[in-house]
């Protein structure tokens, strides 16, 4: 079966563009993270869905940040006027759920923002 | 707050040499603890978990590590560590019931072969 699948792997934006970055999750998986890992660092989060309900968007940044999972499965994390200290890798995860599951990662996006 | 601390940031070891690498958490509750591996160019993989029951894991690839509760520590070890070895490990930790988890900022394994 098909793992968590991100796109794009790699974008390049502006100062001041506003991005989208999309998230497959592997199918049937409830729950869906993302994480955004600076270089150097752990991976941090960001904020979660269960289905389509957001449960946890404390660890956005700014209202910049913005995260949506309109169906329950695929889920776009979009950032408006990038800046940056908004380069970055930009982790997904799905899981079976969040009592005791293990999370599998995507590949990851990396923004760079120029 | 939550808090995952890993001691070394870089280790470097020869083929064979056994392996420990250090993670202490600090959180209030019930505790699922994780280890990830990331190899060059791949995505996060899990290596072994801990939910509750025997405080000793062991993952894919000959790796285990030990939950001690008093210390607040799960190491990540290996007897006989090999170049394919070579990756960045990550320690997590998470609520039993919540979503969200806090990795530590990795520790970079170099195996010399």
């Known amino acids: 079966g098909a793992g968590v699948s991100q796109s794009p792997r790699y974008k390049v934006a502006k100062r001041g563009q506003d991005v989208a970055l999309r998230c497959d999750p592997i199918?049937?998986?409830?729950?869906l993270f993302w994480y955004q890992q600076a270089l150097g660092q752990g991976p941090e989060f960001l904020t979660y869905?269960?289905?389509?309900?957001?449960?946890?968007k404390s660890g956005l940044p700014s209202d910049r940040f913005f995260a949506e999972r309109p169906e329950g499965s695929v889920s776009t994390l979009k950032i408006q006027r990038t800046q940056q200290e908004d380069s970055a890798v930009y982790l997904c995860?799905?899981?079976?759920?969040?009592?005791?599951?293990?999370?599998?990662f995507g590949p990851g996006t990396r923004l760079t923002v120029t | 707050a939550q808090s995952v601390s890993q001691h070394n940031h870089h280790v470097i070891l020869s083929e064979a040499a056994s392996l420990e690498l250090g993670c202490n958490y600090s959180?209030?509750?019930?505790?699922?603890l994780f280890w990830y591996v990331q190899y060059p160019g791949q995505h996060l993989q899990l290596l072994l978990k801990?939910?509750?029951?025997?405080?000793l894991v062991k993952g894919i690839k000959g790796f285990e590590a030990e939950f001690i509760k008093s210390k607040f520590s799960f190491n990540l070890r290996k007897p006989s560590v090999q170049w394919s070895d070579t990756a960045e490990y990550f320690c997590?930790?998470?609520?039993?019931?919540?979503?969200?988890?806090?990795f530590g900022d990795g520790t970079t394994l170099t195996v010399k072969p």
């Open positions: 869905f269960q289905n389509e309900a957001q449960l946890d």
């Open positions: 199918s049937g998986h409830v729950s």
């Open positions: 959180y209030g509750g019930t505790v699922n």
């Open positions: 995860a799905s899981s079976l759920g969040t009592d005791s599951y293990e999370q599998y």
């Open positions: 801990y939910f509750s029951g025997d405080p």
């Open positions: 997590a930790a998470k609520g039993a019931n919540a979503g969200k988890s806090t």
